[in-house]
Each structure stands twice: as structure tokens, then as C-alpha cells.
């Protein structure tokens, strides 16, 4: 299976200069590296790992999903433009996402 390392999420902010720039990158941070259902008063807070048994190509699509609809929802200052992956772990079933983002 794949594991996808959350706390590795790269986050790029396609616009430079943006004010709340730190903070929307910390508070990703923390919303990439939680696991969906740990949170006991937002069960939805966090990224699914359900797509991780998948074959990669299916994994990647699923977690895509997710990152742009949790980004979309728990973060409304930014929209995801592209999420490209480093796949220099995938040899070891790891795949860490880097997620380009843009201000609204």
C-alpha cells in the first residue's frame, strides 16, 4: 500500500506578498498532518487516508480530492491550484504531496 506522508506536505503559495501568508501556511500545516476523525469536535477536520490501499495512480486522484475539498473548507483565504507529488519515496510506498496555492 501507499503511505502518505502528511506531515511532509509541501505548501507553495503561488502569489507572493500575501499578508496572512504564515498563518495560512501554519494552519495548513496543521490541517495536511491531521488524520480525518481524530478530532472529536470536527470529525471532518483533517485528510482522509482512505485512498492509501489504492494503487498509486488511484491513491494520488483520491488525495488530491480531498486536500482541495479540506483546503476549500477549512481554509477559504486560498484555492489550490495544482498538487504535484515527490515521488523520490515511492519506492518505499511514500508519497508526499506539494500543494500550490493561490489567494481569493
Known amino acids: 500500500g ?3 506522508t502528511l506531515g511532509e506536505a509541501k505548501i507553495q503559495l ?8 504564515e498563518d ?3 494552519c ?3 490541517l495536511y498532518s491531521a488524520r ?5 469536535l470536527d470529525r471532518d477536520f483533517g485528510i482522509s487516508l482512505d485512498a492509501v490501499d489504492k494503487p498509486t495512480s488511484v491513491a494520488k486522484a483520491l488525495l488530491a480530492a480531498e486536500i482541495v475539498r479540506k483546503t476549500k473548507k477549512y481554509e477559504p483565504r486560498v484555492e489550490v491550484v495544482r498538487i504535484e507529488w515527490d515521488t523520490s519515496k515511492v519506492g518505499q510506498g ?3 504531496p506539494k500543494v500550490v496555492l493561490r489567494s481569493v
Open 2 to 4: 501507499i503511505r502518505m
Open 14 to 21: 503561488a502569489s507572493s506578498g500575501m499578508e496572512d501568508a
Open 24 to 26: 495560512i501556511c501554519e
Open 28 to 30: 495548513l500545516k496543521v
Open 36 to 40: 480525518a476523525g481524530e478530532q472529536g
Open 94 to 96: 511514500v508519497l508526499i
